[in-house]
């Protein structure tokens, strides 16, 4: 593991802001090359077909989805904390063409981020984006096979899900994707180190129980956070600088009531009890080598417990994997999808390594 990145996290952690934004400054030059995305439209979610689902509770989820509504597989993607559905930006323009007509793929935005309404400050929990899941599954995903991908926060969903709704496990839900994840707290990470400064837990509080007063510590907040997020992101100084602010701006972009409240769920989660639903069916767990927030630790211990499952650790990658090496992560995903539903997909090719180290 990279021993600089977690120390350039760690230390926006306990507030040194001041040499992760001067570090960030060296990165901006070292970025200063030839950049293979300089000329890549990110908006190509625009165009899909895009609804709302109304939870339970009130929340309008942003969704978007490409391909045939009757198709045999649908996979459903969930992002990550201070991400939005855009987070799987590779992911929707490549996988598109690898499967054609046989897969339906839908997105959506995780309450209180990107397009989605925000939730009352006490439902930014991982239990409720699992039930958030199932409204998805319930209102849009009712036939056929379903395979479930998330990053991050994302994965913790889908664990939540599976603890929360374990008998679509195996029948219905027939494949998931955990990636750059982990079944509990993140005491071990930087994060941790975020979660014990006082000014958060003071933050926590306000945004909890006085929301309007909130506004009023949104600098000292995005200061704390932002550049824990932005250091983290990813493994290698040289990702595409284009990548890099298009994830910089998510992280931007995400009200500072949904980076205290769900930071606070990060810390405390617990969906270890997932992993016996997500043992009924081939499941792919993914990380980056170089991930300092859900390290590859956290992923080596989840794919242990789980038979079916695929480990993939992507060499030198940090924690925005999907987005800093999207082709081993497609690849992957194709082979996920090709294991957990061997006779509904006909054009794609059967690969069983359960154990890669990529890069």
């Known amino acids: 593991m990279n021993n600089r990145r977690r120390w350039l996290a760690g230390a926006a952690g306990i507030g040194a802001v001041g040499t992760v934004a001067g570090v960030s400054t060296a990165r901006s030059v070292l970025r200063r090359r030839e950049d293979p ?11 899909d077909r895009s609804c709302v689902v109304t939870t339970s509770d009130g929340v309008d989820l942003q969704v978007r989805e490409v391909g045939p509504v009757d198709a045999a597989v649908t996979v459903v993607f969930a992002h990550g904390f201070c991400m939005s559905m855009r987070a ?3 992911q929707r323009r490549d ?4 499967w054609g007509d046989q897969v339906r793929m839908v997105f959506y935005d995780q309450r209180g ?61 027939v494949g998931a994707a955990i990636i750059s994840s982990a079944a509990e707290g993140l005491s071990r990470s930087p994060l941790g180190e975020v979660l014990a400064n006082p000014a958060l837990e003071a ?37 595409s600088p284009t990548v890099a602010r298009y994830a910089e701006t998510m992280i931007h972009r995400t009200p500072v009531p949904t980076m205290v409240g769900f930071l606070h769920a990060l810390g405390v989660h617990n969906e270890t009890d997932g992993l016996v639903a997500l043992a009924r069916i081939e499941v792919l767990i993914a990380c980056g080598t170089a991930d300092v927030l859900t390290t590859p630790e956290h992923s080596t211990e989840m794919a242990a417990v789980l038979p079916k499952s695929e480990l993939l650790l992507v060499e030198g990658a940090g924690h925005l994997v999907q987005l800093e090496q999207p082709e081993i992560i497609n690849e992957a995903l194709e082979e996920l999808v090709t294991r957990a539903t061997p006779n509904k997909l006909v054009a794609l090719t059967r690969r069983l390594l359960r154990v890669r180290v990529r890069g």
């Open 37 to 47: 995305y300089r000329d890549e439209d990110f908006g190509v979610f625009e165009a």
């Open 88 to 90: 799987f930006h590779f």
């Open 95 to 98: 996988m598109t063409e690898m």
């Open 113 to 173: 981020h990107g397009r989605s309404g925000a939730g009352q400050p006490s439902s930014y929990t991982i239990e409720r984006l699992g039930r958030d899941l199932e409204e998805i599954i319930a209102m849009l995903a009712t036939r056929g096979s379903v395979v479930l991908v998330g990053h991050s926060m994302g994965g913790m969903t889908v664990l939540s899900h599976a603890r929360q709704f374990p008998s679509r496990y195996g029948s219905h839900i």
């Open 203 to 239: 933050a926590r509080f306000t945004a909890r129980y006085a929301p309007g007063v909130i506004s009023g510590g949104r600098g000292l907040i995005r200061s704390l956070l932002a550049p824990v997020m932005q250091a983290a992101s990813f493994g290698s100084d040289e990702v």
